[in-house]
């Protein structure tokens, strides 16, 4: 069963400007997890725990994503550098922007602003 993409509106203009020679990887691998998106040794944790990530080694890029299987679909968060963090701290702050005040789990829908469907270009 192929899923779904859906970018959350800041990631979407991560990836419209990310150079061909990032963007060509990551959309071979994004289309793969589309077809099986749930890869335990690409589970995220802590603040990031029900996402996974795309890693792109040699050029030091990650995808950050979360699976809905209620309407089986790939939801992008954040696209950017490894380095210092920075892609997974700008994700944890997309969603606890999202969700000032919540302590439980956050909710994919809620945590989400303005989701934009797109195929993998």
Known sequence: MTYGLVFDE????????LDGSV??????ALAKRLESPHVPSDALR??????????LRKQGYRL??????????VIVLAV????????Y???????????????????VKRAIRKPVKRRVE
């Open 80 to 87: 950017g550098k490894r380095e210092n963090d920075a892609v």
């Open 64 to 73: 950050i994503y979360r699976v809905d299987d209620k309407v089986i679909v």
């Open 89 to 107: 701290v700008e994700a944890t702050t997309r969603l606890t922007r999202a969700i000032p005040q919540s302590k439980e789990k956050l909710d």
């Open 23 to 28: 963007k060509a990887p990551l959309k071979k």
């Open 10 to 17: 800041a990631a979407l203009k991560e990836w419209e400007q």
């Open 46 to 55: 802590g603040a990031l725990a029900g996402y996974y990530r795309i890693k």
